[in-house]
C-alpha cells in the first residue's frame, strides 16, 4: 500500500485499493474510510470503514475515529475517549507526543491530497471536574506549525479528558485548514 497513492485516482490504484480493501486491510480501510468521510460526505460509511480499521489496531485510524467521535459530542464522546484510550499512550513525558505528532502528521499528508468537504466543530470541552494546567503551544518542530502541541511541554498535570479535547480542537483547526468551499 506504501507504493500506491493515498487517494487513490488511476483505474489501477482503484482497483488494487478495491482488492485490498475486500481482504479488510487495515491501511485500506483507513484509507476508504478517511475518503468517505471528508471527501465523499458519506459519514455513515466513513465511519465504518474507520471503525474496522480500529479493529484491526490501524493507528492512524484509531486517532482519526476516536477524535471524530469526540466531536460529534454526546454520548460518542465518551465512546471516542474510549477508543482514544486504546492507543494505551505513555505519560507524557514517556513519547506520547510523538505518536500523536505522527498520527496528525499521517492524517495531514492524507488530507492535502483529497478534496476536503466535511469540518467539524470542535468539543465544546467535557467538564470533568478536574485541576488541568495545560497551555495551548504549537509545536513548532511540524511543518504544520499549530497544528499539534507537544505533550512533554505543555501539560503539567492532565486528565485524559482535557488532552484529547485540546487534540480534537487542534484536529478541527487542520480540517478547516484543507476545507474546500
Known amino acids: 500500500m506504501e507504493k500506491v497513492g493515498l487517494v487513490p485516482w488511476r483505474k489501477c490504484e482503484k482497483g488494487f485499493q478495491k482488492r485490498c480493501k475486500a481482504a479488510n486491510n487495515a491501511e485500506a480501510l ?17 465511519l465504518r470503514y474507520l471503525k474496522k480499521a480500529t479493529e484491526k489496531g490501524h493507528v492512524e485510524a484509531v486517532y482519526t475515529y476516536g477524535i ?20 494505551h499512550l505513555p505519560k507524557p513525558n514517556e513519547g506520547s507526543s510523538r505518536m500523536i505528532a505522527s498520527c496528525s502528521s499521517k492524517t495531514e499528508k492524507f488530507l492535502r491530497c483529497m478534496w476536503v468537504h466535511v ?12 485541576d488541568c494546567d495545560i497551555e495551548e503551544k504549537p509545536n513548532h518542530s511540524t511543518s504544520t506549525e499549530c ?17 484529547w479535547d485540546r487534540e480534537a480542537n487542534l484536529f478541527c483547526s487542520l480540517l478547516r ?3 474546500v468551499n
Open 68 to 87: 471524530i467521535l469526540i466531536c460529534l459530542g454526546g454520548e460518542l464522546s465518551k465512546q471516542g475517549l474510549r477508543v482514544l484510550s486504546s492507543l
Open 30 to 46: 483507513d484509507r476508504k474510510g478517511m475518503i468517505n468521510f471528508f471527501s465523499r460526505r458519506k459519514s455513515e460509511s466513513g
Open 119 to 130: 469540518a467539524l466543530t470542535g468539543p465544546k470541552g467535557i467538564c470533568c471536574n478536574c
Open 147 to 163: 497544528q499539534t502541541w507537544d505533550a512533554s511541554n505543555d501539560v503539567g498535570h492532565c486528565c485524559d479528558y482535557c488532552f
Open 177 to 179: 485548514k484543507y476545507l
